[in-house]
């Protein structure tokens, strides 16, 4: 996935009220941005943060400027918007990078299941059972440089655990799919500490057959891809 327009850089400010962001540009200029991210993101948003902007070239949108990647102390680009995080599966399916979801004839996005929820990825084919695949996008790292996820308590996250192991008890395939947005770790593991209800309930899911994988991709203020598998540890 390329970015087009290229990206802007500026430096953060302060990150408020979830979803928005003073940031100054190279020139001086100071901007509210949009922040595409519910999360606490943890390691990515302490004011000085390098950071780069996506024009949304709207002249009717309210925030026209979007935040895009933060880079940690060590240089490391972090992809901060969870919205891209699903695009980018898919292109990681259909290019056949993602070799455990090959196979499938028809991918469709955001379909209604469970109990008012959409899965984000629905994958088909006349000789396989169905495979529901949610999506969610890593940022944090811990000390030992292990990937974390969740960055803070998450109720909805519980929720979307219990609806695959749903699936899998009525016979389809259910996969949790991990898409770290960072290329500087080696491993995943649920985060206890912030959410043991959570890394519980992942643990649970899984030896009831829900399939957890995690995903890294390498990006520059050009362009962002998945790129490989990393290990996943649940307890």
Known sequence: MKFDPPLIPATLLRRYKRFLADVQLDNGDELTVHTPNTGSMLGCAEPGTRIWLRDSASPTRKYRYSWELASTLAGTLVGVNTHLANALVQEGIESGVIEPLQGYRTLRREVKYGTNS???????????????????????????????????????????????????????????LLHVARDDVDQFRAAAEIDPAYAQQLAAVCDQGVEVHAWVSQMTPESIRIARSIPVHLS
Not at 124 to 141: F, I, L, M, Q, S
Not at 149 to 166: I, M, N, S, V
């Open 118 to 176: 959409r899965i984000d990825l629905l994958l088909a084919d006349p000789g396989r059972v169905e495979c529901y695949v949610e999506v969610k996008n890593v940022t944090a790292v811990d000390r030992d440089g292990y990937a974390i996820f969740p960055d803070a308590p998450t109720e909805r996250g519980r929720k979307h655990l219990q609806e695959l192991a749903a699936m899998v008890r009525e016979g389809y395939r259910a996969v949790l």
